[in-house]
């Protein structure tokens, strides 16, 4: 029990020095957190933890913070797209749903990851049909958020690789050339394209042969994402819902300070990205 209250006594004394130390530096806005834990099952030692935020998601351009909080919709879109492509015929997806029974999702998807990119056997029209479409509805939802002509390139090249080649088909199928050249480049083509007519349209009052339903569901078809999200948010206010979507890179130290241990102090440096959704 006299070991105890002394790790306890030292714990106090160094938080103090630990976070006086830290509070010296006024451009990151930086917190110390203090834990206690076991070493070798005998002794508690405390263990500070030092926590920085590097960015937050108010510190980046408005066009930024809209991708951002359309994240969580694209996620739920790519679960309803990987649902529906699983339900069709093995024929059509050209997907092995055996690959879910022999091993987890997180194996096969570490084994297509570093077995790709291959050449698919998926039909034209998958391959320069679907996926174009894909690209351009990237690329046009970065232009309406009033990202830039080589911005929403980017963009349109970032979700096809990562989120989508690399990520969720990477569960099921190696990552393909073809998607990844034709979705991003032929798709951000046709973007542009897209981005102007639907321009034209809401110059129109968003009708089309002075039709509202009409302009709608075109412009549903040209940017689904950006109209989706915007609907969903008139409809959640409508309702007295309110949403908050925030991003946060953060640096954490952790650091075990104690003339007890052979060295000064154990360390571990963490680099973190962290997205906080509330409703």
Same mark, same amino acid.
């Given at each position: ?46 263990? *500070?933890?030092?926590?920085?935020? @590097? ?11 809209? !991708? &951002?909080?359309? +994240? ?93 080649? *690399?990520?969720?088909?990477?569960? @099921? ?11 991003? !480049? &032929?798709?951000? +083509? ?90």
């Amino acid at each position: 029990m006299r070991i105890i209250q002394i790790s306890f006594l030292i714990a106090i004394f160094n938080t103090f020095i630990f976070s006086k130390d830290f509070s010296t530096n006024k451009v990151m806005n930086k917190h110390t957190i203090v834990e206690v834990s076991s070493y070798n099952n005998k002794l508690l030692f405390p263990i *500070y933890t030092a926590y920085e935020p @590097i960015l937050n998601l108010d510190d980046i351009p408005q066009r930024y913070q809209t !991708i &951002v909080k359309g +994240l969580p919709l694209l996620q739920t879109l790519g679960t309803t797209v990987m649902s529906i492509i699983y339900m069709l015929p093995s024929e059509t997806s050209n997907w092995d749903k055996k690959t879910f029974k022999k091993s987890p999702l997180w194996k096969n998807w570490y084994y297509n990851v570093t077995h790709g990119p291959v050449i698919d056997p998926d039909s034209w029209l998958i391959n320069y049909v679907e996926h174009p479409y894909v690209g351009s509805s990237y690329y046009i939802w970065g232009r309406e958020s009033g990202l830039s002509k080589k911005e929403s390139f980017g963009l349109s090249l970032f979700l096809s690789m990562i989120y989508w080649e *690399y990520g969720w088909e990477a569960l @099921i199928e190696p990552p393909s050339w073809q998607d990844l050249l034709v979705t991003p !480049i &032929v798709g951000s +083509l046709l973007g542009e394209k897209a981005y102007k007519i639907k321009q034209k349209i809401d110059r129109n009052g968003g009708m089309i042969y002075h039709s509202k339903f009409i302009g709608t569901l075109v412009k549903i078809l040209l940017n689904p994402i950006g109209e989706i999200n915007t609907k969903l948010a008139y409809v959640l206010k409508n309702h007295h819902i309110h949403t908050k979507t925030n991003l946060e890179v953060f640096y954490k130290q952790r650091k075990i300070p104690s003339p007890l241990l052979q060295s000064n102090s154990l360390v571990s440096k963490q680099l973190g990205l962290r997205v906080h959704i509330r409703f």
